[in-house]
Protein backbone atom coordinates (compact mmCIF):
# COMPACT_ATOMS: atom_id res chain seq x y z
CA UNK A 1 0.00 0.00 0.00
CA UNK A 2 1.43 3.35 -1.02
CA UNK A 3 2.01 5.98 1.94
CA UNK A 4 2.24 9.51 0.98
CA UNK A 5 4.04 12.60 2.72
CA UNK A 6 2.77 16.04 3.29
CA UNK A 7 4.36 18.54 1.11
CA UNK A 8 5.96 21.73 2.84
CA UNK A 9 7.91 24.48 1.73
CA UNK A 10 9.02 22.31 -1.36
CA UNK A 11 9.83 19.32 0.68
CA UNK A 12 8.02 16.01 1.47
CA UNK A 13 7.33 15.91 5.42
CA UNK A 14 5.89 13.11 7.58
CA UNK A 15 2.95 14.35 9.42
CA UNK A 16 3.56 15.85 12.94
CA UNK A 17 1.31 13.90 15.12
CA UNK A 18 2.94 10.82 13.22
CA UNK A 19 -0.25 9.29 12.21
CA UNK A 20 -1.47 7.99 8.60
CA UNK A 21 -5.16 7.05 7.74
CA UNK A 22 -6.24 4.97 4.69
CA UNK A 23 -7.82 5.82 1.40
CA UNK A 24 -10.66 3.73 0.05
CA UNK A 25 -10.98 3.03 -3.62
CA UNK A 26 -15.19 3.20 -4.02
CA UNK A 27 -14.82 0.75 -7.27
CA UNK A 28 -13.51 -1.99 -4.86
CA UNK A 29 -14.33 -0.74 -0.98
CA UNK A 30 -10.54 -1.38 -0.51
CA UNK A 31 -7.66 0.72 1.33
CA UNK A 32 -5.54 1.46 -1.28
CA UNK A 33 -3.18 4.12 -0.01
CA UNK A 34 -2.05 5.91 3.15
CA UNK A 35 -2.34 9.59 3.64
CA UNK A 36 -0.85 11.83 6.59
CA UNK A 37 -2.82 12.58 8.71
CA UNK A 38 -1.46 16.15 9.05
CA UNK A 39 -2.56 18.36 12.86
CA UNK A 40 -1.93 22.45 13.66
CA UNK A 41 1.64 22.12 13.96
CA UNK A 42 1.66 21.62 10.43
CA UNK A 43 -0.47 23.82 9.19
CA UNK A 44 1.73 26.36 11.21
CA UNK A 45 4.49 24.99 9.37
CA UNK A 46 3.18 25.35 6.23
CA UNK A 47 1.81 28.63 6.29
CA UNK A 48 4.95 30.31 7.66
CA UNK A 49 6.75 28.39 4.74
CA UNK A 50 3.95 30.31 2.72
CA UNK A 51 4.51 33.72 4.19
CA UNK A 52 7.90 33.49 4.15
CA UNK A 53 7.81 32.43 0.27
CA UNK A 54 5.19 35.54 -0.35
CA UNK A 55 7.71 38.34 1.49
CA UNK A 56 10.67 36.68 -0.05
CA UNK A 57 11.56 34.93 -3.08
CA UNK A 58 8.06 34.47 -4.66
CA UNK A 59 7.02 38.03 -3.75
CA UNK A 60 10.87 39.49 -5.30
CA UNK A 61 9.43 38.22 -8.73
CA UNK A 62 7.51 40.32 -11.39
CA UNK A 63 4.61 39.25 -12.65
CA UNK A 64 6.06 38.16 -16.21
CA UNK A 65 8.36 35.34 -14.09
CA UNK A 66 5.35 34.41 -12.06
CA UNK A 67 3.89 33.67 -15.39
CA UNK A 68 6.56 31.55 -17.21
CA UNK A 69 6.55 29.71 -13.97
CA UNK A 70 2.92 28.74 -14.25
CA UNK A 71 3.07 27.57 -18.19
CA UNK A 72 6.00 25.59 -17.16
CA UNK A 73 3.65 23.62 -14.70
CA UNK A 74 1.02 23.89 -16.88
CA UNK A 75 3.05 21.53 -19.45
CA UNK A 76 4.14 19.19 -16.19
CA UNK A 77 0.95 18.77 -16.06
CA UNK A 78 -0.35 17.67 -19.35
CA UNK A 79 2.70 15.46 -19.32
CA UNK A 80 1.37 13.70 -16.09
CA UNK A 81 -2.08 13.79 -16.91
CA UNK A 82 -3.00 9.87 -17.68
CA UNK A 83 -0.70 9.32 -14.35
CA UNK A 84 -2.94 11.99 -12.06
CA UNK A 85 -6.67 10.86 -14.13
CA UNK A 86 -5.77 7.10 -12.65
CA UNK A 87 -4.71 8.50 -8.84
CA UNK A 88 -8.04 10.31 -8.76
CA UNK A 89 -10.48 7.29 -10.10
CA UNK A 90 -9.07 5.27 -8.04
CA UNK A 91 -9.43 7.66 -5.02
CA UNK A 92 -12.95 8.83 -5.97
CA UNK A 93 -14.54 6.44 -7.92
CA UNK A 94 -15.37 8.99 -11.39
CA UNK A 95 -15.16 7.59 -14.56
CA UNK A 96 -11.74 7.35 -16.11
CA UNK A 97 -13.50 9.52 -19.07
CA UNK A 98 -14.32 12.34 -17.23
CA UNK A 99 -11.55 12.60 -14.97
CA UNK A 100 -8.84 12.10 -18.01
CA UNK A 101 -11.16 14.82 -19.47
CA UNK A 102 -10.12 17.02 -16.62
CA UNK A 103 -6.21 16.56 -16.60
CA UNK A 104 -5.98 17.22 -20.37
CA UNK A 105 -7.92 20.46 -19.57
CA UNK A 106 -6.50 21.69 -16.61
CA UNK A 107 -3.49 22.93 -18.05
CA UNK A 108 -5.15 25.70 -19.99
CA UNK A 109 -6.29 27.22 -16.26
CA UNK A 110 -2.51 27.53 -15.87
CA UNK A 111 -1.84 29.05 -19.58
CA UNK A 112 -4.59 31.28 -18.83
CA UNK A 113 -3.93 33.14 -15.76
CA UNK A 114 -0.42 32.60 -16.34
CA UNK A 115 -0.69 35.26 -20.00
CA UNK A 116 -2.67 37.45 -17.23
CA UNK A 117 -0.59 37.83 -14.24
CA UNK A 118 1.07 40.57 -16.28
CA UNK A 119 -1.55 42.42 -17.28
CA UNK A 120 -3.51 43.39 -14.13
CA UNK A 121 -2.92 47.17 -14.20
CA UNK A 122 -3.68 50.00 -11.84
CA UNK A 123 -4.89 53.27 -13.41
CA UNK A 124 -4.50 57.13 -13.03
CA UNK A 125 -7.05 58.66 -11.47
CA UNK A 126 -8.90 62.31 -12.50
CA UNK A 127 -9.00 64.27 -8.56
CA UNK A 128 -11.01 67.07 -8.23
CA UNK A 129 -7.91 68.24 -6.64
CA UNK A 130 -4.94 70.39 -7.88
CA UNK A 131 -1.33 69.57 -6.95
CA UNK A 132 -1.89 66.09 -6.57
CA UNK A 133 -0.56 62.94 -8.62
CA UNK A 134 -2.53 59.70 -7.73
CA UNK A 135 -3.32 56.19 -9.11
CA UNK A 136 -3.91 52.92 -7.95
CA UNK A 137 -2.20 49.39 -7.72
CA UNK A 138 -3.61 45.65 -7.40
CA UNK A 139 -1.37 44.11 -4.75
CA UNK A 140 -1.71 39.93 -3.62
CA UNK A 141 -3.69 39.62 -0.36
CA UNK A 142 -0.91 37.29 0.82
CA UNK A 143 -1.39 33.65 1.95
CA UNK A 144 -4.42 31.81 0.57
CA UNK A 145 -6.00 28.56 2.49
CA UNK A 146 -7.86 26.94 -0.07
CA UNK A 147 -10.00 23.67 0.75
CA UNK A 148 -10.64 21.76 -1.77
CA UNK A 149 -14.28 18.93 -1.79
CA UNK A 150 -13.66 15.32 -3.26
CA UNK A 151 -15.60 15.03 -6.37
CA UNK A 152 -13.14 16.55 -8.59
CA UNK A 153 -9.79 17.33 -6.27
CA UNK A 154 -7.33 18.35 -9.18
CA UNK A 155 -9.82 21.00 -11.59
CA UNK A 156 -11.33 22.26 -8.44
CA UNK A 157 -8.11 23.24 -6.95
CA UNK A 158 -6.81 24.80 -10.32
CA UNK A 159 -9.87 27.54 -10.24
CA UNK A 160 -8.52 28.73 -6.84
CA UNK A 161 -4.76 27.95 -7.38
CA UNK A 162 -4.02 29.64 -11.08
CA UNK A 163 -5.59 33.20 -10.51
CA UNK A 164 -4.41 33.15 -6.86
CA UNK A 165 -0.71 32.23 -8.21
CA UNK A 166 -1.19 34.92 -11.29
CA UNK A 167 -2.37 37.66 -8.32
CA UNK A 168 0.94 36.50 -6.53
CA UNK A 169 -0.16 35.09 -3.61
CA UNK A 170 0.62 31.82 -2.16
CA UNK A 171 -1.17 28.66 -0.84
CA UNK A 172 -1.81 26.12 1.77
CA UNK A 173 -4.50 23.53 0.27
CA UNK A 174 -6.11 21.39 2.32
CA UNK A 175 -7.38 18.38 0.23
CA UNK A 176 -10.64 16.68 1.23
CA UNK A 177 -9.57 13.73 3.13
CA UNK A 178 -11.48 11.57 0.92
CA UNK A 179 -9.38 12.05 -1.95
CA UNK A 180 -6.17 13.44 -0.98
CA UNK A 181 -3.60 11.39 -3.17
CA UNK A 182 -3.76 13.13 -6.48
CA UNK A 183 -2.99 17.00 -4.67
CA UNK A 184 0.13 15.41 -3.36
CA UNK A 185 1.29 13.98 -6.36
CA UNK A 186 0.48 17.25 -7.93
CA UNK A 187 2.61 19.08 -5.37
CA UNK A 188 5.72 17.69 -6.51
CA UNK A 189 5.48 19.14 -10.18
CA UNK A 190 6.40 22.49 -8.30
CA UNK A 191 10.00 22.16 -7.63
CA UNK A 192 10.09 20.47 -10.77
CA UNK A 193 8.79 23.95 -12.67
CA UNK A 194 11.61 25.29 -10.22
CA UNK A 195 8.98 27.32 -8.14
CA UNK A 196 10.37 28.62 -4.94
CA UNK A 197 10.11 26.69 -1.79
CA UNK A 198 6.91 27.57 0.11
CA UNK A 199 4.57 28.89 -2.64
CA UNK A 200 2.22 25.65 -2.54
CA UNK A 201 2.00 23.70 0.35
CA UNK A 202 -0.34 20.81 0.56
CA UNK A 203 -1.63 19.40 4.59
CA UNK A 204 -3.92 16.96 4.19
CA UNK A 205 -6.34 15.38 7.36
CA UNK A 206 -9.13 16.56 8.86
CA UNK A 207 -11.39 19.27 9.00
CA UNK A 208 -11.35 19.89 13.12
CA UNK A 209 -7.90 19.46 12.88
CA UNK A 210 -6.72 20.81 9.88
CA UNK A 211 -9.41 22.97 8.51
CA UNK A 212 -10.22 24.95 11.19
CA UNK A 213 -6.50 25.51 12.24
CA UNK A 214 -6.06 26.70 8.68
CA UNK A 215 -9.18 29.51 8.45
CA UNK A 216 -7.60 30.76 11.66
CA UNK A 217 -4.46 30.60 11.38
CA UNK A 218 -3.50 34.63 11.86
CA UNK A 219 -0.63 34.84 8.76
CA UNK A 220 -3.59 33.79 6.16
CA UNK A 221 -5.06 36.39 4.63
CA UNK A 222 -7.74 34.96 2.32
CA UNK A 223 -9.96 31.35 2.64
CA UNK A 224 -11.41 29.91 -0.71
CA UNK A 225 -13.70 26.87 -0.68
CA UNK A 226 -15.81 24.87 -2.31
CA UNK A 227 -18.22 22.06 -0.80
CA UNK A 228 -21.35 22.08 1.15
CA UNK A 229 -23.27 25.57 2.08
CA UNK A 230 -23.34 23.90 5.45
CA UNK A 231 -19.60 23.94 5.89
CA UNK A 232 -19.03 26.60 4.28
CA UNK A 233 -21.31 28.59 6.49
CA UNK A 234 -19.04 27.36 9.04
CA UNK A 235 -15.95 28.62 7.63
CA UNK A 236 -17.06 31.77 6.77
CA UNK A 237 -18.42 32.35 9.92
CA UNK A 238 -14.94 31.54 11.50
CA UNK A 239 -13.02 33.54 9.16
CA UNK A 240 -15.22 36.72 8.81
CA UNK A 241 -14.36 37.21 12.49
CA UNK A 242 -11.00 37.34 12.32
CA UNK A 243 -11.96 39.98 9.41
CA UNK A 244 -10.70 37.27 6.41
CA UNK A 245 -11.24 37.44 2.98
CA UNK A 246 -13.24 34.54 1.54
CA UNK A 247 -14.77 32.87 -1.41
CA UNK A 248 -17.26 30.36 -1.31
CA UNK A 249 -18.65 27.63 -4.10
CA UNK A 250 -20.87 25.94 -2.18
CA UNK A 251 -24.00 23.68 -3.13
CA UNK A 252 -26.46 23.99 -5.66
CA UNK A 253 -30.31 22.38 -6.57
CA UNK A 254 -30.30 23.32 -10.33
CA UNK A 255 -33.44 23.67 -12.56
CA UNK A 256 -32.89 22.16 -15.72
CA UNK A 257 -35.64 23.58 -17.68
CA UNK A 258 -37.21 22.03 -21.14
CA UNK A 259 -40.19 23.83 -23.18
CA UNK A 260 -42.19 21.69 -25.80
CA UNK A 261 -40.26 23.88 -28.92
CA UNK A 262 -37.26 22.03 -27.53
CA UNK A 263 -34.89 20.05 -29.22
CA UNK A 264 -35.95 16.84 -27.25
CA UNK A 265 -33.35 14.63 -28.41
CA UNK A 266 -30.84 16.88 -27.80
CA UNK A 267 -32.66 17.67 -23.90
CA UNK A 268 -32.74 13.88 -23.38
CA UNK A 269 -29.56 14.01 -23.88
CA UNK A 270 -28.72 16.79 -21.89
CA UNK A 271 -30.91 16.00 -18.59
CA UNK A 272 -28.88 12.84 -18.80
CA UNK A 273 -25.78 14.55 -18.97
CA UNK A 274 -26.62 16.73 -16.08
CA UNK A 275 -27.60 14.48 -13.49
CA UNK A 276 -26.03 10.47 -14.54
CA UNK A 277 -22.80 11.48 -16.11
CA UNK A 278 -20.77 12.41 -12.56
CA UNK A 279 -22.82 9.90 -10.79
CA UNK A 280 -24.88 13.07 -9.82
CA UNK A 281 -21.83 14.22 -7.34
CA UNK A 282 -21.50 17.50 -8.98
CA UNK A 283 -22.35 21.02 -7.43
CA UNK A 284 -23.96 22.20 -10.75
CA UNK A 285 -25.98 18.75 -11.11
CA UNK A 286 -29.34 19.24 -13.15
CA UNK A 287 -30.97 17.59 -10.12
CA UNK A 288 -34.48 19.14 -11.01
CA UNK A 289 -35.86 18.54 -14.32
CA UNK A 290 -38.68 21.19 -15.26
CA UNK A 291 -40.59 19.68 -18.21
CA UNK A 292 -43.85 21.31 -19.63
CA UNK A 293 -47.15 20.16 -19.36
CA UNK A 294 -47.70 19.27 -23.00
CA UNK A 295 -44.95 17.15 -23.38
CA UNK A 296 -44.17 15.92 -19.78
CA UNK A 297 -45.51 11.91 -20.72
CA UNK A 298 -43.36 12.00 -24.18
CA UNK A 299 -40.48 13.20 -22.57
CA UNK A 300 -40.09 10.77 -19.58
CA UNK A 301 -40.63 7.73 -22.00
CA UNK A 302 -37.61 9.29 -24.31
CA UNK A 303 -36.01 9.79 -21.23
CA UNK A 304 -36.13 6.34 -19.28
CA UNK A 305 -35.23 4.26 -23.10
CA UNK A 306 -32.05 6.19 -22.90
CA UNK A 307 -31.34 6.29 -19.02
CA UNK A 308 -32.08 2.27 -18.98
CA UNK A 309 -29.34 1.78 -21.09
CA UNK A 310 -26.53 3.18 -18.65
CA UNK A 311 -23.83 0.77 -17.74
CA UNK A 312 -22.60 1.08 -14.27
CA UNK A 313 -19.20 -0.94 -13.69
CA UNK A 314 -15.50 -0.16 -13.21
CA UNK A 315 -14.92 3.72 -13.43
CA UNK A 316 -11.08 2.41 -15.22
CA UNK A 317 -13.06 0.70 -17.94
CA UNK A 318 -14.00 3.90 -20.80
CA UNK A 319 -17.28 2.19 -21.57
CA UNK A 320 -18.72 1.95 -18.02
CA UNK A 321 -21.02 5.48 -18.00
CA UNK A 322 -21.98 5.11 -14.07
CA UNK A 323 -19.35 5.04 -11.93
CA UNK A 324 -19.50 4.62 -8.25
CA UNK A 325 -20.46 6.90 -4.78
CA UNK A 326 -17.30 8.26 -3.98
CA UNK A 327 -17.74 7.92 0.17
CA UNK A 328 -19.89 5.65 2.59
CA UNK A 329 -21.24 8.52 4.05
CA UNK A 330 -22.47 10.32 0.71
CA UNK A 331 -23.26 6.97 -0.12
CA UNK A 332 -25.89 6.65 2.92
CA UNK A 333 -26.91 9.92 2.41
CA UNK A 334 -27.94 9.38 -1.18
CA UNK A 335 -30.34 6.39 -0.05
CA UNK A 336 -32.13 8.11 2.73
CA UNK A 337 -32.66 10.75 -0.02
CA UNK A 338 -34.06 8.05 -2.00
CA UNK A 339 -36.43 6.83 0.56
CA UNK A 340 -37.28 10.49 1.77
CA UNK A 341 -38.76 10.54 -1.94
CA UNK A 342 -40.84 7.51 -1.73
CA UNK A 343 -42.18 8.64 1.85
CA UNK A 344 -42.96 12.08 0.44
CA UNK A 345 -44.97 10.54 -2.85
CA UNK A 346 -42.79 10.81 -5.54
CA UNK A 347 -43.24 7.62 -7.99
CA UNK A 348 -39.63 6.07 -8.60
CA UNK A 349 -40.12 5.19 -12.43
CA UNK A 350 -36.49 4.11 -12.67
CA UNK A 351 -34.16 2.62 -9.95
CA UNK A 352 -34.14 3.91 -6.24
CA UNK A 353 -32.26 0.93 -5.15
CA UNK A 354 -28.40 0.28 -4.49
CA UNK A 355 -26.51 -0.94 -7.38
CA UNK A 356 -25.68 -4.88 -7.38
CA UNK A 357 -24.28 -7.01 -9.82
CA UNK A 358 -20.73 -8.43 -10.76
CA UNK A 359 -19.96 -5.30 -12.60
CA UNK A 360 -20.19 -3.15 -9.64
CA UNK A 361 -17.95 -5.10 -7.79
CA UNK A 362 -17.91 -4.38 -3.95
CA UNK A 363 -18.32 -0.72 -4.63
CA UNK A 364 -20.48 1.80 -3.20
CA UNK A 365 -22.83 1.74 -5.85
CA UNK A 366 -26.58 3.68 -6.23
CA UNK A 367 -28.52 2.73 -9.60
CA UNK A 368 -29.25 6.05 -11.72
CA UNK A 369 -33.22 7.00 -10.52
CA UNK A 370 -35.43 8.83 -11.70
CA UNK A 371 -38.87 10.33 -9.92
CA UNK A 372 -41.79 11.50 -11.49
CA UNK A 373 -44.65 13.06 -9.47
CA UNK A 374 -42.30 15.32 -7.91
CA UNK A 375 -43.67 18.53 -6.12
CA UNK A 376 -41.46 21.70 -5.88
CA UNK A 377 -41.44 21.70 -1.75
CA UNK A 378 -40.66 18.37 -1.42
CA UNK A 379 -36.80 17.76 0.21
CA UNK A 380 -35.95 15.39 -2.96
CA UNK A 381 -36.91 19.03 -5.15
CA UNK A 382 -35.04 21.51 -2.34
CA UNK A 383 -31.98 20.07 -0.63
CA UNK A 384 -28.38 18.56 -2.07
CA UNK A 385 -28.68 15.02 -3.06
CA UNK A 386 -25.28 15.09 -4.48
CA UNK A 387 -26.28 11.13 -6.41
CA UNK A 388 -27.24 9.68 -9.39
CA UNK A 389 -31.42 11.04 -8.50
CA UNK A 390 -33.40 13.12 -10.56
CA UNK A 391 -36.79 14.25 -9.74
CA UNK A 392 -39.06 15.60 -12.64
CA UNK A 393 -41.39 18.49 -12.22
CA UNK A 394 -44.63 19.47 -14.41
CA UNK A 395 -44.63 23.40 -15.55
CA UNK A 396 -47.40 24.59 -17.01
CA UNK A 397 -45.50 27.93 -19.11
CA UNK A 398 -42.90 30.31 -18.61
CA UNK A 399 -44.02 31.95 -15.38
CA UNK A 400 -44.49 28.96 -14.01
CA UNK A 401 -41.66 27.37 -14.48
CA UNK A 402 -39.51 30.84 -13.03
CA UNK A 403 -41.44 30.23 -9.80
CA UNK A 404 -40.79 26.97 -9.53
CA UNK A 405 -37.11 27.01 -10.92
CA UNK A 406 -36.44 30.06 -8.16
CA UNK A 407 -38.07 29.06 -5.38
CA UNK A 408 -35.03 27.25 -3.64
CA UNK A 409 -32.38 28.71 -2.03
CA UNK A 410 -29.85 27.78 -3.95
CA UNK A 411 -28.75 29.33 -7.25
CA UNK A 412 -25.36 28.04 -8.66
CA UNK A 413 -26.80 26.84 -12.14
CA UNK A 414 -29.76 26.59 -14.49
CA UNK A 415 -30.56 25.63 -18.21
CA UNK A 416 -33.36 26.66 -20.54
CA UNK A 417 -33.89 24.03 -23.45
CA UNK A 418 -36.02 25.98 -26.55
CA UNK A 419 -35.72 26.77 -29.88
CA UNK A 420 -37.17 30.11 -28.94
CA UNK A 421 -34.67 32.73 -28.68
CA UNK A 422 -36.84 35.46 -27.19
CA UNK A 423 -38.04 32.98 -24.58
CA UNK A 424 -33.67 31.63 -23.84
CA UNK A 425 -33.55 35.20 -23.24
CA UNK A 426 -35.86 35.87 -20.86
CA UNK A 427 -35.40 32.87 -19.30
CA UNK A 428 -31.81 33.84 -18.79
CA UNK A 429 -32.11 37.49 -17.03
CA UNK A 430 -34.73 36.10 -14.79
CA UNK A 431 -33.08 32.86 -13.25
CA UNK A 432 -31.36 33.52 -10.23
CA UNK A 433 -27.97 31.74 -10.78
CA UNK A 434 -24.63 32.46 -11.46
CA UNK A 435 -24.58 30.51 -14.69
CA UNK A 436 -27.71 30.12 -17.10
CA UNK A 437 -27.19 27.84 -19.87
CA UNK A 438 -29.22 27.52 -23.16
CA UNK A 439 -29.50 24.18 -24.88
CA UNK A 440 -26.33 22.62 -23.63
CA UNK A 441 -25.28 21.84 -19.99
CA UNK A 442 -22.50 21.03 -17.58
CA UNK A 443 -20.22 23.44 -19.86
CA UNK A 444 -17.49 25.05 -18.16
CA UNK A 445 -14.37 27.53 -19.12
CA UNK A 446 -11.20 28.89 -17.58
CA UNK A 447 -12.83 32.18 -19.27
CA UNK A 448 -16.56 32.14 -18.37
CA UNK A 449 -16.63 33.27 -14.32
CA UNK A 450 -18.65 30.80 -12.55
CA UNK A 451 -20.22 31.07 -9.23
CA UNK A 452 -23.20 31.53 -7.12
CA UNK A 453 -26.46 33.26 -6.10
CA UNK A 454 -28.02 32.79 -2.81
CA UNK A 455 -27.07 30.15 -1.12
CA UNK A 456 -24.75 28.71 -3.31
CA UNK A 457 -21.75 31.03 -2.47
CA UNK A 458 -19.54 34.08 -2.46
CA UNK A 459 -17.13 35.49 -5.07
CA UNK A 460 -16.37 33.99 -8.59
CA UNK A 461 -13.89 31.33 -10.04
CA UNK A 462 -12.66 31.85 -13.92
CA UNK A 463 -12.00 34.55 -15.86
CA UNK A 464 -11.01 37.58 -15.58
CA UNK A 465 -13.29 38.07 -12.24
CA UNK A 466 -11.05 35.85 -10.45
CA UNK A 467 -7.57 37.29 -9.97
CA UNK A 468 -9.80 40.22 -8.39
CA UNK A 469 -10.59 37.75 -5.76
CA UNK A 470 -6.73 37.37 -4.74
CA UNK A 471 -5.89 40.98 -4.90
CA UNK A 472 -6.67 44.23 -3.14
CA UNK A 473 -6.61 47.62 -4.13
CA UNK A 474 -4.19 50.68 -2.99
CA UNK A 475 -4.71 54.00 -3.60
CA UNK A 476 -1.32 56.40 -3.92
CA UNK A 477 -1.55 60.32 -3.65
CA UNK A 478 1.76 61.94 -4.20
CA UNK A 479 2.13 65.80 -3.84
CA UNK A 480 3.68 67.42 -7.04
CA UNK A 481 5.03 70.16 -4.23
CA UNK A 482 2.11 72.85 -4.69
CA UNK A 483 0.34 71.90 -2.06
CA UNK A 484 1.14 73.86 1.42
CA UNK A 485 -1.05 74.88 4.05
CA UNK A 486 -2.35 74.63 7.70
CA UNK A 487 -1.40 71.17 8.95
CA UNK A 488 -4.27 70.81 10.99
CA UNK A 489 -6.91 70.77 7.50
CA UNK A 490 -7.47 68.43 5.93
CA UNK A 491 -6.54 68.83 2.23
Known amino acids: MKRYSLRINGQSADPRGGAWFESQNPYTGQAWAEIPRGNAQDVDAAVRAAHA ?12 QRGALMRKLADLIARDAQKLAATEVRDNGKLIAEMQGQLNYIPQWFHYYGGLA ?43 LAPALAAGCTVVVKPSEFTSASTLEFAELFEEASFPAGVFNVVTGFGGEVGSALVE ?21 KAGKLLKHTSMELGGKSPNIVFDDADLEQAVFGAISGIFAATGQTCIAGSRLLVQESIHDDFVERLLAVARTARMGDPMDPDTQVGPVTTPPQYEKVLQYIDIANKEGATAVLGGKKGTGEACGKGWFVEPTIFTGVRNDMRVAQEEVFGPVL ?3 KFRDEAHALEI ?14 SDIGRAIRMS ?11 TYRAVSFMAPFGGYKDSGL ?22 GAVTGNPFVMR
Open 391 to 393: SII
Open 217 to 237: HPLVAKVSFTGSDATGRLINE
Open 53 to 64: SFQGEWGALTAT
Open 118 to 160: DKIQGSTLPLDKKGYFAYTRHEPLGVVAAITPWNSPLLLLAWK
Open 459 to 480: GRENGIDAIREYLQTKSVWINS
Open 429 to 439: EKLQAGTVWVN
Open 405 to 418: ANDVRFGLAAAVWT
